[in-house]
């Protein structure tokens, strides 16, 4: 099981799924929900305009640390190639989800991305990278509503790699982006939206489903109608 950091509250989690990336519930679930509702609202504004919001009072405005390389010391293995993992400004989606279309069914998702159909009670979908994703946990998907419609996509980082030097990085290439303006609910959880309301979220969680207790970050972006 794990805890959720959410809007500075600590949810504690039981472990629903089978294997190391067990990790839904229903208070996740509910999260979910709660901000794909507040997130959706419509504006009329064409989906292409995806900056940063400038004018939201509760943001702030930050710049990642001078010398600070997006993508991390890959060459040394130590890091997940940051810059490919999250794709470059304009490309809204991170890349191992970008045959994957907003509403898709788990039959739908599973056509293009193995795995996508194995779907928890609360609607999620752990997945492992094929071919193994170095310093990537793995993969979650989130279906919401009774049809079960994806909304959510995640990307969840080894905990071995939980560190301020890694926030650092994942927080330089989040801002590399999505821009420098983004909205903080915690010190560990920082939401960007963008002009459709679409939102894209860095965050910590901890997981209970290994020997010890742990943390991991993650990324989650939420689907967007073309």
């Known amino acids: 099981m794990r805890v959720v950091r959410a809007l500075g509250w600590l949810v504690l989690t039981s472990s629903l799924a089978a294997g190391p990336l067990a990790c839904s519930d229903k208070a996740k679930k509910d999260r979910s929900s709660r901000s794909d509702d507040d997130d959706r609202k419509k504006d009329d504004k064409k989906k292409d305009n995806r900056s940063a919001a400038p004018n939201d009072s509760a943001a702030i405005s930050v710049t990642a640390s001078p010398g600070t390389s997006a993508s991390g010391p890959v060459a040394s293995g130590t890091y997940p190639d940051i810059d490919q993992l999250i794709g470059p400004k304009g490309q ?44 990537v946990r793995g993969y979650e998907l989130t279906y919401l509503g009774a049809k079960e419609k994806l909304a959510f996509v995640e990307i969840q980082f080894e905990p071995a790699l939980t560190s301020e030097a890694f926030w650092s990085v994942l927080l330089a290439a989040m801002t590399k982006k999505h821009g420098t303006t983004y909205k903080t609910s915690s010190p560990r959880e920082l939401k960007w939206t963008a002009g459709d309301f679409s939102t894209a979220t860095l965050r910590e969680e901890e997981v209970f489903d290994t020997p010890a207790q742990q943390s991991i970050y993650v990324i989650s972006v939420m689907t967007t109608e073309e």
């Open 92 to 135: 809204w989606l991170p890349t191992p989800f970008l045959k994957l279309k907003h509403a898709m069914t788990p039959a739908q998702a599973a056509l293009v991305m193995p795995g996508a159909d194995k779907v928890s009670e609360f609607g999620f979908a752990q997945i492992k990278p094929q071919g193994g994703q170095p310093g």
